[in-house]
């Protein structure tokens, strides 16, 4: 009958340790000795079964291999915390092994978890936009400012928080224009100056003067664009709450958040032949390599047009 190999010794060793001389509750070995086996497994597979024949490619690759392999319930990806909570384990095996005099080296000591891929910002089509937009019923206040708002959000690329922070005195308006200009304040109160589109200016008009008296009159006044059913300035959650009503409305199966009209803002921008810098400057991004995430967004769309229509692409 075949005995442990030195890794299962020395893992058997660690766990010890944690039990004895550390006092860590059982539950929480039992997550060790599953992150450990994980590990041992994953080592076996490359035929190392001794604990003083692991060097810092092995750790490394491990890491990577919980980052890419669908491994957690459901067969989705390790989240952040779990790969970070397994690594953390490793870590701590080795480190105890050298000062146990089981390995003469670390190689775990300085391998962190990789970074998680960077998630690509979601845009919904131009005409699924345009649907959102139609939902709400403008034969009442609530939903004229609800129209403006919308509309505001997609015309702008403005963030919520800095859509309701918007004053009435933020707006210039000049008689004859088509569009108008807002002061929008970002992250640490930075200023910049957006413009608002034809549309959206039409919906902010009706909203002034059809509606936003209304709202205000059930309030002690308030210098706020977007008002609530009280008068008051309109929360993040209750624009939130608003944009979800009306993508139900508008049957969008997609997750819609504020943020999913920023994104859209953009990747329409750029879509249409507008240049990075000044996407740059409408969202109010300090640095362009923030900005450049909506390229590849981009970039996606024309390869997808590109094997669609070209007779030689697949």
Known sequence: MKGPTPLEEAAQAYLSHLVIERGLAANTVASYRRDLDRYRSYLAEQGIIDPRLIQK???RDFA????????GEGGKPLSSRSLARILSGVRGAHKFWLQEGMTSSDPAATVRPPSPPQRLPKALPAATIARLLEAPDRSTPAGLRDRDLLEFLYSTGARISEAIAVDLDDLVMEEGELSAVVRLFGKGGKERVVPVGSYARAALEDYRVRARPSLASA???TPALFLNARGGRISRQGAYLILKKYAQAAG???EVSPHTLRHSFATHLLEGGADIRVVQELLGHAAVTTTQIYTR????TLREVFAASH????
């Open 57 to 59: 490619k092995q750790v």
């Open 64 to 71: 990577v291999h919980l980052a890419s392999t669908p491994l």
């Open 219 to 221: 309030g002690r006044g």
């Open 252 to 254: 969008i199966e997609e």
């Open 297 to 300: 967004v981009t970039a996606d």
């Open 311 to 314: 007779p030689r692409a697949r």
